[in-house]
């Protein structure tokens, strides 16, 4: 047991020594089998149907990006011994890269290919390609994006695949992207396609163990939807966020249990000191002289409110969004969080009560109906985007009203009344909950 401990010392997770190396009682994990079956009627866990049709999904995919990139060689004239190894992959990333996907979620996905595809051809001949497809449907390509994408339907399932070409004649099967040379030379968007899936794979080799990892996580990202906190576009928290704050959970307390994980969770971020940044590993120096976040060359990181910092170079903060208000929502929600898994651990409640929404119609005595609305739905997919991209401007004007203490805004947006529509009008709206 002593030399297993030592071992285990030497093996440091993330930039500090664990707070406890205990391991799970039998009530620990008796806790975690009740948290795992209060997780099952939310349609958090997909049946090996559905995982299998996902993987024909991507292998399909796979297969496609593979006879588009030939196409192109023989377009371009390429010799065949350089078409026929040119390769080309599917990586997939975010939420079913991690393991925590829910039933009917969609798949993010990366297309890495050689270096005689060019990103227009990804965006012309590729969405050309993807159109004429059995089973392929809704393509649309957002190429001004902040990471250019194409969003499409295949078999059912919602799928936005992002493009990088690396400098290389061939892409073989094995690529390893956690590789930083790999970034070398290339254009700005490539390295912001890649980074998705660099950051996905570097949090799962940091947590100490990926299963507690992801029934936490799963946990976690159910909590924060409930409780209407789980939006980065709004300046609540993101995906990759929740992730990065659990794999740190993880890392300070590496042998314990899923359900001791998600009190252990709300204890450490109920009492977090921020603007002190959350970080996985140290930061790496890098010879690529890439823009990355550091307040001490940077002045603008300093006024961030609530930094995550992801950990695969060059590192960034996946909360710039943040605004005071949202972070004082989120602080009261781990408050709140805290104090419903002491119950839970101490019988007095089960695990249904953590993921209780809250009444966000009678929390404030003030309240803004923010309304966008369109002729068709094809323009109001495009308008409801950019509106509810701009909301968090409207919270940070209304935050430097001096009678406004909190602005609260709730990540769901309700559909129109039919009475409050005009004939062939889309409506959609957002409430927004102020203390004055």
Known sequence: RNDHLEVQAQKCFGITSPISWAGPKESDKICTEKLIEALQPFGIFEDDEELSHRMFVLGKLNSLVKEWIAELGEIKSLPSTTISSAGGKIFTFGSYRLGVHTKGSDIDALCVAPRHVERSDFFQSFVEKLKLQDGIRNVRAVEDAFVPVIKFEFLKIEIDLVFARLPLQCIPDNMDLRDDSRLKNLDIRCIRSLNGCRVTDEILHLVPNRNNFRITLRAVKLWAKKR???????????????????????????????????????????????????????????????????????????????????????????????????RAVMMEEFRHGLAVTYEILQGKADWMKLFDPPNFFQKYKHYIVLIATTASEEHHLEWFGLVESKIRVLVGNLERNEFITLAHVNPQSFPGNRELCKDNEHLSMWFLGNNL
Not at 248 to 271: D, M
Not at 298 to 318: C, E, F, G, K, V
């Open 228 to 326: 209407g906190i789980y939006s980065n576009i709004l300046g609540f928290l993101g995906g990759v966020s929740w992730a990065m704050l659990v794999a740190r959970t993880c890392q300070l307390y590496p042998n314990a249990a899923a359900s001791t994980l998600v009190h252990k969770f709300f204890l450490v971020f109920s009492k977090w000191e921020w603007p002190n940044p959350v970080l996985l590993k140290h930061p790496e120096e890098s010879n690529l002289n890439l823009p990355v976040w550091d307040p001490r060359v940077n002045p603008a990181d300093r006024y961030h409110l609530m930094p995550i910092i992801t950990p695969a170079y060059p590192q960034q903060n996946s909360t710039f969004n943040t605004s005071t208000s949202t």
